[in-house]
């Protein structure tokens, strides 16, 4: 214990559990903020990643504060995260069709649809209160004992659920395609979409794998499977000659497998608009389309539609 | 894993004050894991102060490199 009395040996001892336990954790915020507000949401992604983060800091350090001689560990949890990403999903298709129905049935003619990123984080808001104010129920009338009597299938079917919904959003998050069973064939005919979810498939096998192989020495393993991580993404940066800014637009092992321009211009055709235009017929260049109903452009007169001429680009 | 009882109506206060606190923030919910627990019962070390690290590091990362 005298190696622990001084402050320099608190520190040389529980800092590196305690980083690689942030780092864990901060990941797996972003990682839920990143699949709860994926797709529709993808633009407010960074306010819900801060959002979770704060919730990851209050509860490491709320739960290590109390934890006391007791040695208990914190963590965001994923059954919640699982349901949310699921409600979150459904909540434009809501939106839209309330948008259409209710200024008829209501008579309001200046209906405003309520804005999707708000209405999440108002159900999260919600499902973590009343997830709090139950444990301090259950906590204040010594009923913690009731899980005990919780039956094996019940748990278990609860734990599926929530897998198979990971499950789901670990494809989205990875291909960036919903999975659906009515679609399934159509995903699947996709070469690029069944390289990347391989490669995610093949990241994933390893980070499980790493730890069983590494089981010799435990203390080790995690550390070794972070540090290892954070090398080959280093030097793999370094020897595609990848800039920070295209590893944020999600297109760096796209670009260096070369998997084609679609895989990699996905990123970036989150924030900007898909090219919908027709090709030129004598460039071959696609060209955007606006809507003029009196000139035409000369490169491309035949392709342009009688309301719209193409403007090469 | 700890090989010592714990008191579960205590750890199921401090968790919903925790989710009560967080919850008002916009946080998701969250309570003990046993994997994190694992973790730092297999290096040996005080889950309190690895925690307190820990949450300085995710605090770090929210407010220090803040992403756009």
């Not at chain 1, 529709?40 to 992604?45: D, E, H, K, N, T």
């Not at chain 1, 965001?76 to 434009?92: F, G, H």
């Amino acid at each position: 214990m005298s190696e622990v009395a001084t402050v320099e040996g608190m520190a040389r001892r529980y800092s590196p559990p305690g980083v690689i336990i942030g780092a864990v954790e901060a990941v797996l915020a972003i990682a839920f903020a990143a699949f709860v507000f994926g797709g529709y949401l993808a633009s407010r992604l960074a306010d819900g990643i801060g959002l979770y983060l704060v919730a990851a800091v209050l509860t490491l350090g709320i739960l290590a504060w109390r934890a006391g001689s007791r040695g208990v560990v914190g963590s965001v949890q994923d059954a919640a995260v699982a349901v949310l990403a699921a409600s979150s999903r459904r909540l434009p298709r809501r939106r839209r069709r309330a948008s259409r129905w209710s200024p008829r049935r209501t008579g309001v003619g200046t209906y405003e649809p309520p804005d999707v990123f708000l209405t999440v984080i108002a159900a999260t808001l919600v499902v973590t209160i009343l997830c709090g104010v139950v444990f301090a129920m259950l906590g204040t009338f010594r009923l913690g004992n009731l899980v005990r009597f919780v039956p094996y299938p019940v748990v278990g079917g609860f734990l599926a659920g929530t897998g198979w919904l990971l499950f789901k959003g670990g494809i989205y998050v990875a291909s960036g395609v919903q999975p659906h069973l009515r679609t399934f064939d159509d995903s699947c005919a996709s070469t690029e979409l069944l390289s990347m979810g391989a490669r995610a498939f093949a990241f994933g096998a390893d980070a499980c794998c790493s730890p069983v192989r590494l089981r010799e020495d435990s203390r080790w393993s995690s550390r070794s499977v972070l540090g290892i991580g954070l090398v080959v993404f280093a030097v793999g940066m370094l020897v595609t000659g990848s800039s920070i800014d295209s590893a944020k637009d999600g297109a760096v092992v796209a670009r260096a497998l070369r998997v084609g321009p679609a895989v990699a211009a996905r990123g970036r055709s989150a924030r900007s608009a898909a090219p919908t235009g027709r090709r030129c017929s004598r460039s071959g260049r696609r060209h955007r389309r606006r809507p003029c109903s009196w000139r035409r452009s000369r490169s491309c007169s035949t392709s342009a539609g009688p309301r719209s001429c193409c403007t090469g680009t | 894993m700890l090989h010592r009882d714990l008191n579960t109506n205590e750890e199921l206060r401090d968790a919903g004050a925790l989710n009560v606190i967080s919850g008002a923030l916009g946080g998701i919910p969250g309570y003990h894991a046993l994997s994190l627990t694992a973790l730092a019962e297999r290096m040996n070390v005080d889950a309190r102060v690895a925690g307190l690290i820990a949450a300085h590091r995710a605090a770090g990362r929210r407010w220090c490199s803040a992403p756009r």
